[in-house]
């Protein structure tokens, strides 16, 4: 096992799955936007979906790399990064 106590197959597996759920919620959201007026009502919804598949982007990118914390660093998503480091912080760095 490496990186977050999990294997690298497993750790690949998990990040297919986030970014195949990251792909639904994109086609959602590309059909929900097909009608203006529903964007009109609904803006920060389609925004908080948009944001929640480039959040399972950047945990997909994280369980991929060859040394995850070191990723959570690279995160771009800075709330995300912020949580990750704090749970970093309060198991010790391991």
Do not use: F, K, Y
Not at 15 to 36: F, K, N, Q, V
Not at 38 to 43: I, P, S
Not at 50 to 79: C, K, S, Y
């Amino acid at each position: 096992m490496t990186g977050l106590g999990l294997s690298h197959r497993l750790r690949a597996q998990i990040a297919d799955e986030l970014e195949c759920t990251r792909e639904e919620i994109e086609r959602l959201g590309a059909i929900l936007c097909s009608d203006p007026a529903l964007v009109e009502r609904h803006v920060s919804a389609l925004q908080a979906l948009d944001m929640l598949g480039q959040q399972q982007l950047a945990l997909a990118a994280i369980l991929r790399a060859d040394d995850p914390q070191a990723a959570i660093g690279d995160t771009p998503l800075e709330r995300l990064r912020v949580r990750l480091e704090r749970a970093l912080e309060h198991d010790g760095g391991s």
